[in-house]
């Protein structure tokens, strides 16, 4: 089982990424993928997460889109108009029997996490 995030990168302020999960070894439908972030110093939380329902913890609705494929067992965070507050290592995690409230808020935790990437918002 993996998870495999990627689309990290140096963005300007105002600027867009499109991060991606790619999960590897089970069904994407069984799961609720979430994505959470760790900023420098700070402790990790969660971004949004995505079942068969959506649900933004900390994300502005409108500034992060998640969304999610099964046939190609991805699923994406859009980002834009980004700050330098977003400055962060970026995870993308899977639950089998969460939803993504309760993924989201804490209430059951992931049962499998990627590895991260990192996403800074500089100019």
């Known amino acids: 089982v993996q998870l495999q995030a990627s689309g990290g990168g140096l963005v300007q302020p105002g600027g867009s990424l499109t991060l991606s999960c790619v999960v590897f070894?089970?069904?994407?439908?069984?799961?609720?993928i979430g994505w959470f972030r760790q900023a420098p110093g700070k402790e990790r939380e969660a971004v949004a997460c995505?079942?068969?329902?959506?649900y933004y913890r900390f994300a502005p609705r409108g500034r992060f889109v998640i969304s999610r494929d099964d046939t190609k067992n991805t699923v994406s965070l859009q980002m834009n108009n980004l700050e330098p507050e977003d400055t962060a290592v970026y995870y993308c995690s899977a639950a089998r029997w969460a939803i993504a409230t309760t993924l989201c808020t804490g209430v059951e935790g992931a049962d499998y996490w990627g590895q991260g990437t990192l996403v800074t918002v500089s100019s």
């Open positions: 995505i079942g068969s329902s959506t």
């Open positions: 070894g089970f069904a994407l439908d069984d799961y609720t």
